[in-house]
Nanobody, 115 residues
């Protein structure tokens, strides 16, 4: 069974940076469109960024210029570099993989930004 495993979350001060990683053992990783979502307490899960199998990227307006999604197909891993972090982005961040009949979610990683 294909799984997504996130890592890299934690506690950081405002203005700091974090890099999230999402790894999978799936040999078909290269065909996946990979995405990052987040869910803050009491709020709905929202889309943050995505990267297609061809490397095209899209971002939510709220993170443009501060977050960057990338992928390393040799490592079956997608990353989310988050810079200039502010408390309002504190949430559980989830990795998603879609394509080839798959619709997969990771378990989430907590990001907390202190003021």
């Amino acid at each position: 069974q294909v799984q997504l495993v996130e890592s890299g979350g934690g506690l950081v001060q405002a203005g700091g940076s974090l890099r999230l990683s999402c790894a999978t053992s799936a040999s078909i990783f290269t065909i996946f469109t990979m995405g990052w979502y987040r869910q803050a307490p009491g709020k709905q899960r929202e889309w943050v960024a995505r990267i297609t199998s061809g490397g095209n990227t899209n971002y939510a307006d709220s993170v443009k210029g501060r977050f960057a999604i990338s992928r390393d197909n040799a490592k079956n891993t997608v990353y989310l570099q988050m810079n200039s972090l502010q408390p309002e982005v504190s949430a559980v961040y989830y990795c998603h993989a879609g394509g080839g009949g798959h619709d997969l979610w990771g378990q989430g990683t907590q990001v907390t930004v202190s003021s």
